[in-house]
């Protein structure tokens, strides 16, 4: 049996045995947006026994103490898969994506350079804590046209009230619509957290995983114009590609086969130890007595090794387009592979103080960290260290009306020697009429990514010398949940930033430039049950900068959100549509999965990308059922066919007609 067929098997196991042993989730306390349409959430769950069924399910990130409430609402898909509305994708969902607005890396320190698929990836800084008096499940599986495949698996339980344990696994497997396209995403990460009885000891531990594997096709041929001939090229699989152009069109969920692309994985072991000093204290209610702790030093220390692998691979590389793209003199051997791997261990030392003992929320972080990178390559070995300082205030108030932030993170010596980032905000709650306003900064000096070094094995010849990219970003956000809408506005000021300039080429840029964005987002009540989203934002570059953007983009939802009736149902059913104006995008390089900087060729979207959308929740099962790309629809010489194509990229189209069927179940144990 393939490892896909175990899978399988494994979320059908998982299914069956949990319908048969546990109690369907009815209501979630301490779930937002229970009811979809709408609704709100409940603080009881009701089931055959109030007492042995209800459910308190909470949890909070690594660095913050604030506990949140997990979001249930069934009108966004995207909350249940990777791909966010203003990203745009190589036209198969797993294929490198990249934000339709300008998104630098504003974090100091050594990064290898690889972020295409990182949107499919689970992140360290988003892993979740959870805090759950009963065990609590989630199963979901989605399928789409041309055996589109996802698969999510959630299971979190406390094993005694000081102690929870929490596991996650998605799958995301796309043959595509075109050759050579099929992605097979794995991920997985399973997290735990202690705090000792007397509360002064903590303890998290995280083991995270991701791989990502897709296929490359380098983008369909552009000697003529197959897109617009539906006599010859209705079905899309049938129209050539610049690589892997001999695969054999394959629908199968079942193929995962690399034939010509990228394979890139990471894994992440982390842990984290904390001893708070404070004060006891105890309270007395009804003859109980709840013992208290205000912690006033906290000692923690981290330690996050963390493996990388980049290959990308050639079964039977095509002539023509190596020795175009990448000056090759010959043809590349057939199985041509370019990899390198990375080690990289941090040990962390840190200390709080808390001034306000009955503020949590509120204190002064200070520590020292000791990084030892090792790379190998084909050829040889390479290894680096870093020794950085950071800090960080928190201070969020005890009326919870303000809340401050400041870190910073220096690096006193080794390979990132001199690299900084420094960021601040101010959070202010305003009133229940005028919502939070916030606003804040940060910069960040940093050495440019490893992939810009004549080192890497991903560098094809000689590269310049980089100077280190500055970025600042000043930033504003109003946010008004009772009206629902919200405005925020960014600003930045760019100056080196190191950038591709074709399919392997590299180079800096050389003048100061700034990128203006805003966006505004409302959400109208049409009448009781009908709602229309609106979401706009503006893009500008001022200034000689390598970064092209829309003008202006859109996304609208109008939909009915409601019960039609029934007690136990929330159903939502409607149209979306997102449209931006013209513009210049970046360029694709397969084998170094880098988006770069173009200024030839220029897309425009022939009509607004149109979904049409069912979604309804039956206690704890949720269906989702959507027709997507509606826009492709087209009647030309070869008949109707969904050939109406927007571009993605250069010689990237978008998919046609898409029916995805998704369906979701919670339970509690």
């Known amino acids: 049996m393939t490892k896909t067929g175990y899978i399988y098997t494994l979320v059908l196991l998982l299914l069956v045995n949990g319908i048969a042993a546990q109690n369907p989730l009815r209501r979630l306390p301490g779930m937002s947006g229970m009811g979809g349409g709408g609704g709100k959430g409940q603080d009881s769950l009701k089931h055959r026994d109030n007492l042995e069924d209800s459910i308190t399910i909470r949890y909070r990130l690594l660095d913050s103490a604030a506990m949140q409430k997990l979001d249930s609402s069934i009108t966004d898909i995207r909350l249940r898969i990777p791909l966010p509305v203003d990203y745009t994708n190589l036209g198969n969902m797993g294929s490198a994506a990249r934000p339709l607005y300008f998104q630098p890396i504003m974090q100091a320190g050594w990064d290898p350079g690889f972020h295409a698929f990182d949107i499919y990836k689970y992140k360290f800084d988003d892993v979740r804590y959870y805090q759950t008096t009963r065990p609590y499940s989630e199963l979901g599986y989605l399928i789409g046209s041309r055996s589109e495949q996802m698969i999510h698996l959630l299971h979190t339980q406390n094993i005694n009230p000081n102690w929870n344990a929490a596991f ?161 003199l010959a043809r590349p051997a057939n199985g041509f592979t370019l990899e390198e791997k990375w080690q990289d261990l941090v040990n962390d030392f840190s200390i709080y103080s808390f001034p306000d003992a009955k503020n949590p929320q509120q204190y002064l972080k200070a520590g020292i960290a000791f990084e030892n990178i090792k790379g190998s390559f084909i050829d040889s070995n390479r290894v680096f260290y870093n020794m950085y300082i950071h800090g960080e205030y928190r201070n969020k108030t005890r009326n919870k009306k303000w809340d401050l932030e400041a870190a910073g993170r220096m690096y006193l010596a080794g390979f990132n020697k001199a690299d900084y980032d420094v960021q601040a905000s101010l959070r202010r709650f305003l009133g229940r009429r005028f919502g939070y306003a916030q606003i804040g900064l940060q910069n960040v000096s940093r050495t440019p990514s490893y992939i810009y070094q004549t080192a890497s094995s991903f560098s094809l010849g000689a590269q310049p010398d980089f100077k280190k990219e500055n970025i600042t970003r000043i930033y504003g956000q109003i946010e008004n949940a009772r009206n629902k809408w919200q405005l925020s506005a960014s600003y930045y000021l760019v100056s080196n930033l190191a950038y591709f300039t074709d399919y392997y080429k590299t180079d800096q840029a050389g003048s100061l430039f700034t990128v203006f964005a805003v966006k505004g987002e409302k959400t109208f009540r049409v009448s009781r049950h009908w709602n229309w989203l609106a979401s706009v934002q503006l893009n500008q570059r001022l200034g000689d900068g390598p970064v092209n953007m829309p003008l202006f983009f859109t996304f609208h939802r109008f939909g009915y959100e409601g019960n039609l009736g029934f007690k136990n149902l929330n159903f939502t059913t409607g149209l979306e549509a997102r449209y931006f104006t013209s513009y210049k995008p970046n360029g694709y390089s397969p084998l170094q999965s880098q988006f770069f900087y173009q200024d030839q060729q220029q897309i425009q979207m022939k009509l607004p990308d149109i979904t049409a959308y069912l979604h309804f929740r039956i206690r704890s099962f949720v269906l989702y059922l959507r027709a997507e790309n509606l826009n492709t629809a087209q009647i030309a010489a070869g008949g109707f066919g969904w050939t109406n194509n927007n571009l993605a990229a250069p010689a990237y189209p978008t998919p046609g007609f898409q029916l995805r069927v998704g369906i979701f179940w919670s339970f509690v144990n």
């Open 168 to 328: 996650q696994y998605s799958l995301i497997n796309s043959p595509g619509f075109f050759k050579n396209q099929n992605v097979a995403h794995n991920r997985y990460q399973f997290n735990s957290h202690y705090h000792s009885p007397n509360k002064r000891y903590s303890l998290y531990f995280l083991v995270l995983s991701n791989t990502m594997q897709a296929n490359e096709n380098g983008g369909i041929l552009t000697d003529q114009d197959y897109l617009s001939n539906v006599t010859t090229y209705k079905e899309r699989s049938a129209i050539p590609v610049n690589l892997g152009n001999y695969v054999r069109p394959e629908t199968s969920f079942l193929n995962s086969k690399l034939n010509t692309g990228n394979r890139q994985g990471n894994t992440t072991l982390f842990l984290r130890q904390q001893y708070d000093l404070g004060q006891k204290d105890s309270v007395v209610t009804d003859s109980t007595v709840q013992r208290l702790f205000y912690p006033r030093l906290r000692l923690e220390y981290n330690l996050k090794y963390t493996t990388y692998n980049f290959r990308y691979y050639d079964l039977d590389p095509s002539d023509s387009f190596y020795i175009q793209h990448y000056h090759f």
